[in-house]
């Protein structure tokens, strides 16, 4: 089915035209999310491989196998995508597809290679600007094996660096827009605090058999930090003098609003929560050069310390704040002592307010309201902190019932509201400063979501995940983003 109707703009009237020409918009998706294909043409087994293959680690006891089977049907994707007049598409690189065994002395896999290359270039000649992610997640296994994966920054750099460098040098003649690392907020919290995620670790022996929730999300981060930043210096020295593109990092961020507006003590909590979760990485990159002074004073020497040296070169090591965000919580202050294994600044998060307001619609994913004011709050936050521009690599949701590709489940009204919504609050940002040169959806199809396997669909396209071909169907809310990209941007 394709929507042939067009959405009325007619409401925001005034925000016409307010994106410049240049703006990018199009959609986001990770690797191992999508591309399927997961043990051939010499790809190497991720982390992901491992705990998708581990009962009881995904709700639907579901593999990324064949996932929605992006590496073999990437041209039709292609040109859905330039239907859906998508002017870039960020995705991310597989690393044990390109060095199986990961390693800096581990062999290339020039199948892998050749796949991006193809990808790529099918994305430039549908003039679709390619944005890529080094690394959304899939460490290579045989790295978690040899030497405990990030949890060794001496040992794990190195291999990074060497993966970083063939991507650059393989693909930069054509890519011109880097991302090193998404999120490596939820890669470390998910994977090292909870658990849920690879490569599950945490201090719950319930639930993972090594690991401390107290301790290792902080190192795993501050490798992240130091190796995205060795990586930049590379690519600014070596590559960018020719290539001339741009290179930084994508941080994940919600909006913490105070339970009680009126209880300073719920007004710092909402302050300590945006910084435990964004400035813990945002300060040390793009602002003081520390870690902030909240998590200092709570974690003590259990946050590590940047050598004059790591300071120096991770500020100012992104040219550009990448952004993903999808909600706001409330905020409330907690009397009691942190727990040693609270990462949050000890804060309970609530779905309502003291006054009983919601923090929004429900989608189908248990953390995720549609919550668009908070949005544009975050945004003046991130803007008045760090001043640098911001790309807006993710943002999208879930919606109730979308079980078949009905016509009901096809007009997916919610997901319309939600990105009409965040979308007003984007531009009206935009006119009143902020300094926003992205905006990718999340994301183009129904995807495998990690552990919540293929139950949460955060796709504008319905994918039938029973069918080998993996049929996609278009949701009504790709075209209300086309039309209303054709409303916001500029005219040529
Ligand atoms: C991640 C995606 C994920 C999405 C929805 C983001 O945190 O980067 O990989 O699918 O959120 O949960």
Same mark, same amino acid.
């Given at each position: 089915?394709?929507?042939?109707?067009?959405?009325?703009?007619?409401?925001?009237?005034?925000?016409?035209?307010?994106?410049?020409?240049?703006?990018?918009?199009?959609?986001?998706?990770?690797?191992?999310?999508?591309?399927?294909?997961?043990?051939?043409? =010499?790809?190497?087994?991720?982390?992901?491989?491992?705990?998708?293959?581990?009962?009881?680690?995904?709700?639907?006891?579901?593999?990324?196998?064949?996932?929605?089977?992006?590496?073999?049907?990437?041209?039709?994707?292609?040109?859905?995508?330039?239907?859906?007049?998508?002017?870039?598409?960020?995705? $991310?690189?597989?690393?044990?597809?390109? /060095?199986? @065994?990961?390693?800096?002395?581990?062999?290339? *896999?020039?199948?892998?290679?050749?796949?991006?290359?193809?990808?790529?270039?099918?994305?430039?000649?549908?003039?679709?600007?390619?944005?890529?992610?080094?690394?959304?997640?899939?460490?290579? &296994?045989?790295?978690?094996?040899?030497?405990?994966?990030?949890?060794?920054?001496?040992?794990?750099?190195?291999?990074?660096?060497?993966?970083?460098?063939?991507?650059?040098?393989?693909?930069?003649?054509?890519?011109?827009?880097?991302?090193?690392?998404?999120?490596?907020?939820?890669?470390? @919290?998910?994977?090292?605090?909870?658990?849920?995620?690879?490569?599950?670790? $945490?201090?719950?022996?319930?639930?993972?058999?090594?690991?401390? $929730? $107290?301790?290792?999300?902080?190192?795993?981060?501050?490798?992240?930090?130091?190796?995205?930043?060795?990586? /930049?210096?590379?690519?600014?020295?070596?590559?960018?003098?020719?290539?001339?593109?741009?290179?930084?990092?994508?941080?994940?961020?919600?909006?913490?609003?105070?339970?009680?507006?009126?209880?300073?003590?719920?007004?710092?909590?909402?302050?300590?929560?945006?910084?435990?979760?964004?400035?813990?990485?945002?300060?040390?990159?793009?602002?003081?050069?520390?870690?902030?002074?909240?998590?200092?004073?709570?974690?003590?020497?259990?946050?590590?310390?940047?050598?004059?040296? &790591?300071?120096?070169?991770?500020?100012?090591?992104?040219?550009?704040?990448?952004?993903?965000?999808?909600?706001?919580?409330?905020?409330?202050?907690?009397?009691?002592?942190?727990?040693? *294994?609270?990462?949050?600044?000890?804060?309970?998060?609530?779905?309502? *307010?003291?006054?009983?307001?919601?923090?929004?619609?429900?989608?189908?994913?248990?953390?995720?309201?549609?919550?668009?004011?908070?949005?544009?709050?975050?945004?003046?936050?991130?803007?008045?902190?760090?001043?640098?521009?911001?790309?807006?690599?993710? *943002?999208?949701?879930?919606?109730?019932?979308?079980?078949?590709?009905?016509?009901?489940? @096809?007009?997916?009204?919610?997901?319309?509201?939600?990105?009409?919504?965040?979308?007003?609050?984007?531009?009206?940002?935009?006119?009143?400063?902020?300094?926003?040169?992205?905006?990718?959806?999340?994301?183009?199809?129904?995807?495998?979501?990690?552990?919540?396997?293929?139950?949460?669909?955060? =796709?504008?396209?319905? /994918?039938?995940?029973?069918?080998?071909?993996?049929?996609?169907?278009?949701?009504?809310?790709?075209?209300?983003?086309?039309?209303?990209?054709?409303?916001?941007? &500029?005219?040529?």
């Amino acid at each position: 089915m394709t929507w042939t109707h067009t959405f009325d703009t007619s409401p925001d009237a005034e925000l016409k035209g307010i994106l410049s020409k240049d703006f990018h918009w199009g959609y986001a998706t990770a690797a191992a999310q999508v591309e399927g294909a997961w043990n051939v043409d =010499g790809k190497g087994p991720s982390i992901w491989d491992k705990l998708c293959h581990t009962p009881g680690k995904v709700k639907d006891g579901s593999t990324n196998e064949d996932a929605t089977r992006a590496y073999d049907l990437y041209k039709e994707d292609v040109a859905l995508m330039k239907s859906y007049g998508v002017t870039a598409y960020r995705f $991310s690189l597989a690393w044990s597809r390109i /060095v199986p @065994l990961g390693g800096a002395e581990d062999p290339i *896999n020039e199948q892998g290679i050749d796949y991006y290359n193809r990808l790529i270039d099918e994305l430039l000649a549908a003039n679709i600007t390619p944005f890529v992610t080094l690394f959304h997640w899939d460490t290579p &296994q045989t790295l978690e094996d040899r030497y405990g994966g990030m949890l060794n920054q001496e040992r794990y750099t190195p291999d990074f660096l060497r993966y970083a460098r063939i991507c650059f040098e393989r693909f930069g003649d054509r890519v011109k827009h880097w991302i090193t690392y998404n999120e490596p907020g939820v890669y470390t @919290l998910a994977g090292y605090a909870g658990g849920m995620h690879a490569p599950g670790r $945490s201090s719950y022996r319930d639930r993972n058999e090594e690991g401390d $929730s $107290s301790t290792e999300p902080f190192i795993v981060a501050h490798t992240e930090l130091v190796s995205h930043a060795r990586a /930049v210096k590379i690519y600014r020295e070596e590559f960018k003098p020719t290539q001339k593109g741009v290179i930084g990092i994508t941080l994940h961020g919600n909006n913490s609003e105070p339970w009680d507006v009126n209880d300073p003590l719920d007004v710092e909590a909402a302050e300590r929560a945006r910084q435990f979760e964004i400035a813990w990485f945002a300060d040390p990159i793009y602002g003081s050069g520390e870690y902030p002074a909240c998590m200092r004073a709570q974690l003590g020497d259990r946050l590590p310390h940047f050598t004059p040296e &790591q300071k120096d070169l991770v500020q100012g090591s992104s040219d550009f704040y990448g952004m993903n965000t999808y909600t706001t919580f409330f905020v409330k202050h907690r009397d009691e002592e942190p727990d040693v *294994n609270d990462h949050k600044g000890n804060i309970e998060k609530c779905d309502a *307010n003291s006054e009983g307001k919601s923090r929004g619609p429900e989608s189908d994913t248990y953390w995720l309201r549609t919550a668009p004011e908070g949005f544009g709050k975050l945004l003046r936050w991130v803007w008045d902190r760090y001043h640098v521009p911001i790309y807006m690599t993710e *943002n999208g949701t879930t919606a109730k019932g979308e079980l078949a590709p009905t016509p009901d489940v @096809l007009d997916d009204t919610f997901r319309v509201e939600f990105f009409n919504g965040y979308l007003r609050e984007l531009a009206t940002a935009v006119r009143d400063g902020v300094d926003i040169r992205s905006y990718f959806g999340w994301t183009f199809t129904d995807n495998w979501e990690w552990a919540a396997g293929y139950t949460d669909r955060f =796709g504008v396209t319905f /994918v039938d995940f029973e069918s080998v071909e993996k049929t996609r169907y278009p949701k009504r809310s790709a075209y209300f983003l086309k039309d209303y990209f054709r409303h916001l941007i &500029q005219e040529k």
